[in-house]
């Protein structure tokens, strides 16, 4: 299907991309925390709650989101996009704000730390000592002692699937359902290796050609991107692991990465549900939900969450 016309629109009036200028992660930052919704526009909440958490590597913030006042609640944890090296509470804040009401989920979104200042595995780091303090924290959170569960969108998507990896591994807490939105999963570079790569290479806002720079803020530590913990793709056993919402995007350089990803859930026994987008591109939460094709993806979201409760 050919790129939506609104969204082929609003992508020829950017400017071209130059693919030898470096990337600079604090001008990424700026431009990524930039409101686009003014705050009345967004969904509104019952509750929004700032606060920090302590955990052993350090204090982490979070924004707690409560969709309704009521006596118990199912938790998600959300990791926000942005390659690991950008993205913030604010950018993602008309992400979450859907998904509370859509899912009824008390949503805690967790500022990790960002690369190239803390690379891998600080960022995991964060997110999995912040869900183990959600779990130890059921009379605070009023969490309803059953349903916790991880989500993310691109490097976040990877986030919430290694925290489910680390989480199966170390037994501290169970998650119940893990959500990837057009996920990074493979950070093992090789244009070859899926043909989205290719037939997304450029045009269509994120560029095959910038991906190895991009990751190479989170790999600057020297991590191995054959970790399955840096490319959960890369992981012998999924087995066990909670059942998964893949969302793909059909103009996306990362599309079949992540739909391989939940062909492997799902061989290896998860439950899966797979959509792809048709006419869209990576990043299209925080931009197309309002087009008629898209804003289902915070009922489907939300439909999935619930399933079981």
Known sequence: MVLHPAIHQFLESMPQSDSNQKIIPEEHRNAMNTPVIPLEERVQVHSVE???????????????????????????????????????????????????????????SVDYCLAPEHPFPAALEDCYNVTKWAR????????????????GDSSGGNLAAAVSLVAKEKKEFTITKQILYYPSLDLDFDRNRYLS?????????????????????????????????????????????????VITAEHDPLRDEGELYAEKLKNAGVEVMMKRYEGTIHGFLAKWTHLDEYKDVYRLTGDFLKKGI
């Open 136 to 151: 130890e924290h059921i009379d605070e959170l009023n969490w309803d002692g059953e349903n916790l569960a991880v989500a």
């Open 50 to 108: 700032e606060q920090t958490i302590p955990t052993k590597e350090g204090d982490v913030n979070v924004r707690i989101y409560t969709p309704e006042l009521k006596d118990a609640y199912p938790i998600l944890m959300y990791f926000h996009g942005g390659a690991f090296f950008s993205g913030s509470l604010e950018s993602h804040d008309e992400i979450v704000r859907p998904i509370a009401m859509e899912s009824g989920y008390k949503v805690i």
């Open 197 to 245: 790569l290719m037939e997304n290479r450029k045009g269509n806002g994120l560029e095959t050609d910038a991906l190895p720079e991009y990751n190479s803020f989170y790999l600057s530590g020297g991590a191995d991107p054959t970790n399955p913990l840096v490319s959960p793709i890369k992981a012998e056993s999924l087995e066990n692991l909670p059942s998964a919402l």
